[in-house]
């Protein structure tokens, strides 16, 4: 079949994020201008750039207590900084429970009883325990195609990574089993890795 998205689609459910998957989870923390932690899961994330090491993420919708935007974005824009988590299969539900729109008031790592542990190089809340978390500092955010859809860019300034995913010199993915984002409401788990050399290698 074939489509053009500004028709529309005969289909049941949009199939086009379950067109473009596996994508990694970005589990975003950030702090308002107030200090109050908020944690939210982005599934439009990725790394973008090695030197400097950069990543990005996309916030594509709105809470009706913010400014055309999330919690995620508006203190960004304030404060300049965020820390990415890193999700494993064993945080599944912690990480479903912390994509609810709660207020702005709210603080999520409570409401999925995580533990806040402040980053190194930047005014913010990581979660204790995850395999790794990227401290960044926001370098833009950039506002695309969409009345609420923006991307934000940041620079890692600092890299926590759990003692258990070292192995042998590498950060060994099969001791946590990340979790990606499929299309409607399926997820998957890495736990099946090989290893293909490049023509050039």
């Avoid at 980053?119 to 790794?132: D, H, L, Y």
Wanted: charged share 20%.
């Amino acid at each position: 079949m074939f489509y053009e998205p500004k028709n529309g689609h005969p289909l049941p459910h949009n199939p086009f994020n379950a067109i473009v998957t596996p994508r990694p989870i970005g589990w975003i923390s950030t702090r308002d201008a107030q200090g109050r932690n908020n944690l939210a899961p982005y599934s439009f994330f990725n790394a973008v750039a090695y030197v400097p090491p950069q990543v990005m993420f996309a916030s594509t919708g709105v809470k009706d207590d913010q400014d055309n935007t999330k919690d995620s974005v508006a203190n960004i824009r304030d404060t300049g900084v965020f820390c990415v988590n890193i999700v494993e299969s064993a945080a599944r539900d912690a990480m479903n429970t912390t994509s609810a729109a709660f207020d702005k008031t709210q603080d999520e790592f409570a409401k999925a009883g995580l533990t806040p542990v402040e980053c190194e190089t930047i005014n913010c809340a990581r979660i204790s325990g995850v395999p790794a978390s990227l401290e960044c500092r926001m370098t833009q955010i950039v506002q695309i195609e969409g009345a609420s859809n923006y991307v934000v860019f940041g620079e890692v300034t600092g890299v926590h990574m759990r003692d258990d995913t070292i192995v042998d010199g590498r950060f060994d993915v099969t001791t946590f089993q990340p979790l990606s984002r499929l299309g409607y409401r399926d997820y998957a788990v890495v736990d099946n890795i090989f290893e293909l050399n490049r023509p050039d290698d």
